[in-house]
């Protein structure tokens, strides 16, 4: 049997950005009159824009203002985004797991030239098939529609999820695929098997010496 695809988020898992978001989004509320703790914010890191802003400041808020903090942050996260670099053995994960058989895809639900950016960054043009951004889904994590969309990319079959948040581990969940978690995004262990996770690794590199105690043995 053919190795299970293996699907990889980005932002807080491949690449350090978790805290540069949550600073983004926080001078993006600012900017419209809301001042709300960041650490709160930050909870809520790895969770779609779509969905954030209703999430952290409620519905009335998203009604009236969700575009236009939407656009803030991302005019915000661009200027942050030079500052980004990958956690360490991220190339080494995937060339590991190619190396193993494994097809990639990354699951972002990032925009096209944020993701564009990670691609270059992680130089992973030639080791990933396919990846998906906002634009490729209509609802974000935690909902299962990315990691639906990313499987599709690569013709289809069983799959594993690496992840970062809580969101991620409960899309996969919803999507009925396993997930395996890494505390880089800033949420517990427990949290992170509790909303899915089958295997939680401190890091990249504890998961490249690991692989053969998760689904992606």
């Known amino acids: 049997m053919a190795p299970p695809i293996a699907v990889l988020d980005v932002d807080g898992t491949l690449v350090d950005t978790n805290y540069h978001h949550a600073i983004a989004w926080y001078r993006a509320f600012r900017e ?3 001042t709300l703790p960041v650490w ?13 802003v209703a999430a952290v400041a409620g519905k009335r808020v998203e009604d009236r203002q969700g575009d236009s903090i939407r656009a803030a942050e991302t005019a915000l996260y661009a200027d942050l985004i030079g500052e980004v670099q990958p956690f360490a053995d991220a190339r080494r994960l995937l060339e590991l797991l190619g190396e ?3 097809r990639l895809v990354l699951a972002s639900s ?10 270059d960054l992680l130089d992973a043009r030639n080791l990933v098939e396919a990846w998906t951004t906002s634009a490729d889904v ?16 690569v013709g289809g079959g069983e799959a594993v999820l690496v992840g ?5 581990c409960e899309a996969a ?14 949420f517990s262990e427990q949290e992170l098997r509790k909303a899915g996770a089958g295997s939680v690794f401190e890091s990249l590199r504890q998961l490249c010496e690991r692989l053969a105690e998760t689904p992606l043995a």
């Open 164 to 168: 970062d948040s809580t969101f991620d």
């Open 100 to 102: 193993r058989g494994h």
């Open 138 to 153: 209509e609802q974000t994590k935690p909902e299962p529609d990315l990691v639906h969309t990313a499987i599709e990319k």
């Open 32 to 34: 419209h009159g809301l």
């Open 40 to 52: 709160r914010i930050h909870r809520h890191i790895g969770m779609g824009g779509d969905q954030l």
């Open 110 to 119: 990032g925009k096209r030239d944020e993701i564009d950016h990670y691609l």
């Open 173 to 186: 969940a919803r999507a009925e695929v396993p997930s395996v978690a890494i505390l880089t995004g800033g």
